[in-house]
């Protein structure tokens, strides 16, 4: 069965960093979009970056580019989400996602095979 597991969020003072990881199972990275997202208390889910695990190519959201960093280990199955820079508005719950498309994409609608979600508070 096809499963993606997030893990790697914690609480971390604001100006801190964190690694999240997106460990696939059932089903082999190097052909899917894979995509960051996260949702904060009271608000809509978003989308926070993704990456084609075939040719590496990334694309993320203005509120994070220059902080966070997307990545993939097609060896380990495995993407990450380095998050530096952290800042109280990056607090929510962290979820990675399966595209059904092949292009990049933020878009919630366009993925399936979500995974349980990490917690990330920023706060001091």
């Known amino acids: 069965q096809a499963q993606l597991v997030e893990s790697g969020g914690g609480l971390v003072q604001p100006g801190g960093s964190l690694r999240l990881s997106c460990a696939a199972s059932g089903f082999t990275l190097g052909y899917f979009v894979i995509g960051w997202f996260r949702q904060a208390p009271g608000k809509e889910r978003e989308g926070v970056s993704c990456i084609s695990t075939s040719d590496g190519r990334t694309y993320y959201t203005d509120s994070v580019k220059g902080r966070f960093t997307i990545s993939r280990d097609n060896a380990k199955n495995t993407v990450y989400l380095q998050m530096n820079s952290l800042k109280p508005e990056d607090t929510g719950v962290y979820y990675c996602?399966?595209?059904?498309?092949?292009?990049?994409?933020?878009?919630?609608?366009?993925?399936?095979?979500w995974g349980q979600g990490t917690q990330v508070t920023v706060s001091s």
């Open positions: 996602a399966t595209a059904r498309v092949l292009w990049l994409s933020l878009a919630s609608a366009e993925y399936t095979n």
